[in-house]
Structures are given as C-alpha cells and as structure tokens.
C-alpha cells in the first residue's frame, strides 16, 4: 500500500496542511525554474517564440523572463512557508 494507516492517522491535521503547503512549495519552484530556463533560453536565441509558444499564456518574449522570476520568487516564498511549517508541525 502507498500509504501506511497507521502512520497516517498518528499524524495531526496541521501537518498534513504543512505537508500539502511543502510539496506544493516544492513543485511550484521546479516549474517556475523550468520555466526561466526557457525564458533565458528565448532569449539568448536558442530557442524561438514559436517554439516556446509564449503566446499561449499572454506574455511576449521580451518579457519572458521577467514573468518567470516574479512567479519563481512567489514559488520560493510558498516553499519557505511550507518548510517552516513542516518544521512547526514535526512531533516532537
């Protein structure tokens, strides 16, 4: 089984919401991160617009990566917030 019953119904509330906040922390860098990857990539020419399709979420790629780093600092801020809260919840 994925998920140990017991272990699963010792642990609190809090920190199943600190775990989901974490993980979601956690993918949210990954993405953002691959995202700038290829923002810096249109923009030093390695790849195109077209093949990025930058239009496709209504941002230019001039300002690619510009977007990618507003919304990888969000994606930090959230990591860090579910890593503080993890830290809180561990049973102690």
Not at 26 to 31: C, D, G, H, I, S
Not at 50 to 66: F, P, Q, S
Not at 86 to 91: F, G, L, S, Y
């Amino acid at each position: 089984p994925l998920v140990d019953k017991r272990e699963a119904s010792a642990r609190s509330g809090f920190e199943n919401i600190a775990n989901f906040v974490f993980m979601a922390g956690t993918l949210a860098v990954f993405n953002t991160a691959c995202i700038a990857v290829l923002a810096y990539m249109t923009e030093l020419g390695l790849t195109t617009e077209t093949i990025a399709k930058w239009h496709e979420i209504g941002v230019t790629a001039e300002l690619a990566d510009a977007f990618a780093l507003k919304w990888l600092s969000v994606s930090l801020v959230i990591f860090a917030i579910g890593f503080g809260l993890r830290k809180a919840a561990a049973p102690k």
